[in-house]
């Protein structure tokens, strides 16, 4: 089955496709900003082409209207080894170069383009940075898979997908939620929600959806997605079973597992770690469970007096995802739902259940996430990632936010970017989105938007935290632009370029303005930026 997307120049991101090839010889798609020259009357010289990841597979560079055919690359049968089987061997697969390339963003190509003649003023002030930075190879990502400090979530039944990989040594990468509800009316909206998200640089999406059609939206995603798919399975077994949790079990919740990891999922949530004695830690909290999952999961258990299916089919349910080369992210049923909340016995008793399950899913060679919180008042952040890190093993953490307040409702995405950034900042590998619709609504494409931006700013924010090769030098190249008031550089470079634009030239239209040495914001006998060019000129 072939997707239905077509190309749209509103989703377009900055700059244009240029490819670097992978040690494996598969072309990596990158996105090239070319940059204009300095204006004379700032000393003139030239800029550096700048590199970026694609994560659009195509959508962003083909014609309007045009059909985008998404990439099949070449994968090995179910049942062959998984990364991580192939990593522990000492193999290097073709998925692991392809995420060192893209891991890498041309930086060596970036580096020694500054030798070029008119860069010296660039040089002088950029090539300290590239001095110690030791580029990703096949070799390298293989070694931290193999330590499990990475994941490579791509299933073997999803060709669709281009390899990116997981983990705190590794630029932060950024989650999109998407899918129905309820209350949703057309679920080919949810197409849209994730072009949008990946023009905005969404490194993988979910498909949370529980409304009607659950199986025609994740398939329209999953064979028009170029980045890893990821599902929370419990939600299609509630609605197999009628939308009852006293009718879950463990053959649907099996059916299910079998079914997804067919279609080409990359990566679930699996709630296995909340226990039966745990939910009782719940009582005292002032929001109760606000995980989906672990709240169903919490009241089949309960109603029965039964320990959670999940937990007591593990080894099965590590049997499909060693098949299928399924990364399990496990699932943070009790995570926080509010401050008062945050980093509870509740929560605790879980994650440390999350370090066992990784465990055993380590000695099955299958790759795991550890899913967080949630909310939590800012000095906790740090401490739960903490905790995550001695329990789990260093195995990757992959939180929503965590929101650091409980009063930014309409604002939610800022409220989770400020601890998505701080926890990331402390070693988390990715960051689950949070719109502004959190706590409200289902999101629109208009919230994606807005959520993408937030958390690429966050994960961008922990990439300089994180002394992420690179990272900074985008900010340097912004800030000159700044500084020689070349607009259209400042706006290719911008985490919302079309935004960047759009705001510019609400106050100062026209050809002339591009070239203004002001905004509107001081306009030209008050902008300082422009006096300091002055100031020692003579
Ligand atoms: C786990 C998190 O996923 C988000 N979430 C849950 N369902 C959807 C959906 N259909 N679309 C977008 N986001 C969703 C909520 O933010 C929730 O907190
Ligand atoms: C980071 C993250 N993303 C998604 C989910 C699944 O949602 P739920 O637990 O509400 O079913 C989760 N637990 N954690
Ligand atoms: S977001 Fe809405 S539906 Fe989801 S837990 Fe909160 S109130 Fe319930
Ligand atoms: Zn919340």
Sequence with gaps: MHNHFHSNPDLRPAGERFFVRSEAGEDVPLRRIRLSDTPECFGGGRNP?????????????????????????ER???????????ARAGVVTPEMAYAAARENANLEGFAASLSEPGLERVRDRLMPLLERVEPWTGERVRARVAARQAVIPAAFTHPEVEPTVIGRHFATKVNANVGTSASSSDWRE???????????????????????????????????????VGTVPLYETLERAGG???????????????????AGVDYMTIHAGLLLPHVELTRSRLTGIVSRGGGMMARWMKAF???????????????????YDLTLSLGDGLRSGSLYDGNDAAQFAEL??????????????????????????????????????????????????????????????????????????????????????????LPDANDVREGMAAFRIAAHAADIARGVPGAILRDHLMSMARFEFRWPDQFALAVDPARARAFHDETLPGAAAQKAHFCSMCGPKFCPMKLAHELFKD
Aim: net charge negative.
């Design 49 to 73: 082409d700048f590199f970026m990841t694609d994560v659009t597979g195509g959508y962003g560079a083909a014609d309007a209207g045009e059909t985008v055919e998404l990439v099949r690359r």
């Design 352 to 441: 440390r259940t999350l370090g066992e399950l990784n465990r055993r899913a380590g000695a099955r060679d299958v790759q795991v996430m550890i899913e967080g919180p949630g909310h939590i008042p800012m000095p906790g952040v740090e401490l739960n990632q903490l905790n995550e890190r001695e329990w789990c093993d260093d195995a990757p953490f992959y939180t929503l936010g965590p929101l650091v307040s409980d009063v930014g409702a309409g604002y939610d995405h800022i409220t989770a970017a400020i601890g998505g950034a701080m926890i990331a900042g402390a070693g988390t590998a990715m960051l689950c989105y949070v719109t502004p619709k959190e706590h409200l609504g």
């Design 305 to 323: 007096g039964r320990e959670n299916f999940l937990y007591e089919h593990f080894d099965e349910i590590l049997d499909i995802a060693a098949h």
């Design 76 to 86: 090995p049968e179910p049942g062959s080894p998984t990364q991580l089987a192939a």
């Design 244 to 262: 009852d949790p006293l009718a879950l079990s463990w053959e649907i919740f099996r059916d299910v597992l079998e079914d997804q990891a067919r």
């Design 190 to 228: 949810e197409g849209r929600k994730m072009q949008e998200a990946l023009a905005r640089g969404a490194d993988t999406v979910m498909d949370l959806s529980t409304g009607r059609c659950i199986r025609e939206t994740r398939e329209m995603i999953l064979r028009g997605s170029p980045v890893p």
